[in-house]
């Protein structure tokens, strides 16, 4: 949400980016002519609670906030939340009205909400020659458990090396397999 020299791109960003409100924001992305989410008002009882921010679809001004959501034009009127502390996202599924934006916007703020990954299913099958496959559904539960060590390598499968360390993470994982860590056996 920068512009290449370091300077907030938008004047409403710079207290979200700053932190000198709210960490959990509630973007409302529209197009000119749509009505929806732009003629809702932040709730009253949750005002200073998050940050309400309407931002047009057309124009050049959108493009720090729709690059960073992932939100395209043809989405709009769409609405999502933010979870600054955890850096993750939430995608309104529901039908915009003053109702059910107060609705999604408590449970943001009260944790209740899933989070919306660009990610892979969780494969069937999580174990690949005795590596754990992580992908952002499932990193939380497996990269973040304490219980347990965790070695990970961040794999892209277009990526040369990358797939010239895949065989190494397979032999260690088959070393380590042996070797007691916190929570069990390695490999388990």
Known sequence: MTTTAGKVAHPVQQPVVAGSRPARPVI????????????????????????????DLEG???????????IK?????VVVGFDMGG??????????SAKHLKKFTQDLLDG??????KSAAIPDEPLDGGVTVVVGKN????????????????????????????????????RFSKVWSRGGWAAR
């Open 28 to 55: 409302a992305a529209r197009k000119r002519a749509a009505g929806g989410a732009s003629r809702l008002g932040a709730p009253a009882e949750l005002r200073g609670k998050a940050v309400f921010v309407t931002v």
């Open 60 to 70: 050049s001004a959108k493009e720090p906030v729709v690059n960073f959501f992932g």
């Open 73 to 77: 034009e043809g989405d709009a009127p």
């Open 87 to 96: 850096n993750k996202k939430y995608k309104f599924a529901d039908d915009i």
């Open 112 to 117: 209740k909400l899933t989070p919306e990954f």
């Open 139 to 174: 990193f939380d539960a497996i990269v973040k458990d304490e219980s347990k060590d965790v070695l990970l390598e961040v794999y892209a499968p277009w990526c040369g090396h990358c797939k010239s360390l895949e065989p190494i993470y397979k032999k260690l994982a088959k």
